[in-house]
Nanobody
Framework: QVQLVESGGGLVQAGGSLRLSCAVS????????VGWYRQAPGKQRELVAR???????NFAEPVKDRFTISRDSAKNTVYLQMYSLKPEDTADYFC?????????WGQGTQVTVSS
């Protein structure tokens, strides 16, 4: 059973930074992609960023100039570094791993950005 465990969320003031971590129970290169989604209250879950097995990255338009995604293969961990946080970044952030038609989710970590 694949497990994804997020950490690093918390409360931060606008303009601050946070780094989220997603520890994966298997070799991250077993997956087509590993990434981050977020869901704000009353809104649909949306893609934030992802990194493919080949190293390509995708970012949502609202975050592409402020967030970075990286991975540590030795730790089977994917990171989401978030800079210049805004109140609208407030959401639950979920790690996601995809393998062909299968999708795996973590339990999520909460990020709250105060104005």
């Amino acid at each position: 059973q694949v497990q994804l465990v997020e950490s690093g969320g918390g409360l931060v003031q606008a303009g601050g930074s946070l780094r989220l971590s997603c520890a994966v129970s298997e070799n991250i290169f077993n997956f087509n992609s590993v990434g981050w989604y977020r869901q704000a209250p009353g809104k649909q879950r949306e893609l934030v960023a992802r990194i493919t097995v080949g190293g390509s990255t995708n970012f949502a338009e609202p975050v592409k100039d402020r967030f970075t995604i990286s991975r540590d293969s030795a730790k089977n961990t994917v990171y989401l570094q978030m800079y210049s946080l805004k109140p609208e970044d407030t959401a639950d952030y979920f790690c996601n791993a995809k393998l062909l038609s299968r999708t795996f989710w973590g339990q999520g970590t909460q990020v709250t950005v105060s104005s």
